[in-house]
């Protein structure tokens, strides 16, 4: 079997292009305001491209850019101004934080309905049980429309996911509960990894090891999403090794142009909803 490429490069500029439609038909723009502290330098990079391509759908994307020893109370203070501020529709706080700063208080703190992010404690709670949020964290959100793109009903399948982190990991647990599928969480202590990611339909890396998922764990005719962004010799490498396991899956995301395209497209969909539910516009 040599594995389809599920191309989610292709599939975001699809997404963003109706996105910038759709924006187009607003009496305003959706604004995004983007909270960064520090000078980390994937941060930077992230939020720049979250910038370029919030404005080239038509939205407007402010970066606020506090220094490496920002107070936690002036952080809160910049978060509750744009709680109460009614041009902005979408709030998130880049992580990681610099260390002394609270990261969990500073999310709580955004509205729920301006958490694009999804990674407040409300939205987290009503993904887990009403299996609908406001908004759905970014990431976990465009591997769904990606496995939707080759399985539209996941009911049934066994979906392995490695990882248990709060932004990809259980959110996407969640999601895929959601679609009926039976969901199985593995992390740095599970034991027979190998095993049991070889019983999985659906298979999810999500750990940061470069590839780390091999062709003899990966269950003739499963689909493969590799989260993974790795930098190995200088170049961006997933969790999965990727010629072998093409062996054996029916689908796979490639590293670059699998999930990290539909991650910022995802955001910015987040951030059209949040224009809608606050204006009460409707297309
Ligand atoms: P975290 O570091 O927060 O979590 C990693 C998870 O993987 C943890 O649950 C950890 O287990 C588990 N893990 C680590 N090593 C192993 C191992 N050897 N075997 C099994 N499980 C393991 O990472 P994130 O969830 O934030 O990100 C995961 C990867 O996805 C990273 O490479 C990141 O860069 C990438 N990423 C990509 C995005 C995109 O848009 N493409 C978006 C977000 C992340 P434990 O909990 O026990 O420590």
Redesign the pocket.
Known sequence: MTAKIIDGRKMAAELRDELAERVSRLSGKPHLAVVLAGNDEASLIYDRNKQKAAEKVGMVCDIYHLPEDVLQTELNRLIDGLNQDKNVNGIIVQLPLPVHLDAAAALRRILPEKDVDGFGLYNTGLLWTQGKAFFAPA?PK?ILHLLKSVSPDLSGKHAVI????N???KPLAALLLGCDCTVTI?????EN?AALAASADILVA????AG?VRKEWVKPGAVVID????RVEGKLSG?VDFDGVCENASYITPVPGG??PM?VAMLLENTFEAYLQQSKETL
């Not at 490695?162 to 982190?165: A, L, T, V, Y």
């Open positions: 990431t465009g490695i990882g248990r982190s932004i990809v990991g593995a992390h740095s202590k599970s990894l999500a750990c940061g090891c780390l989260v993974g962004i790795n969790d999930v990290g991650t």
